[in-house]
């Protein structure tokens, strides 16, 4: 089984910053690419931030110049540096991954965490 662990969450101010962080764990072989979605309360999930293995990325066009994705592949992981926060940023933010797992490539999904920006 793979799991992706999410972390970094939480309650912040308007301009304030966080940063998430994503660990893949299991049966993993390799990692294409990473990223970062996230879905406000009646809302479709929607892309934030991705990054593929040789590092190229791809914002939305509402985080651009505020978010920046990383990644270390040795160690599995995806970060999301979120500065200037506004409280439309507010949501739950989701890791991802497309990975092949010995077997398949396939998509995974961490379980969420919450992101609030306040005013």
């Known amino acids: 089984q793979v799991q992706l662990v999410e972390s970094g969450g939480g309650l912040v101010q308007a301009g304030g910053s966080l940063r998430l962080s994503c660990a893949a764990s299991?049966?993993?072989?390799?990692?294409?690419?990473m990223g970062w979605y996230r879905q406000a309360p009646g809302k479709q999930r929607e892309l934030v931030a991705a990054i593929t293995r040789d590092g190229n990325t791809d914002y939305a066009d509402s985080v651009k110049g505020r978010f920046t994705i990383s990644r270390v592949n040795a160690k599995n992981t995806v970060t999301l540096q979120m500065n200037s926060l506004k409280p439309e940023d507010t949501a739950v933010y989701y890791c991802?991954?497309?990975?092949?797992?010995?077997?398949?490539?396939?998509?995974?999904w961490g379980q969420g965490t919450q992101v609030t920006v306040s005013s």
């Open positions: 991802n991954a497309y990975l092949f797992n010995y077997s398949d490539y396939a998509n995974y």
């Open positions: 299991g049966s993993i072989f390799s990692i294409n690419g």
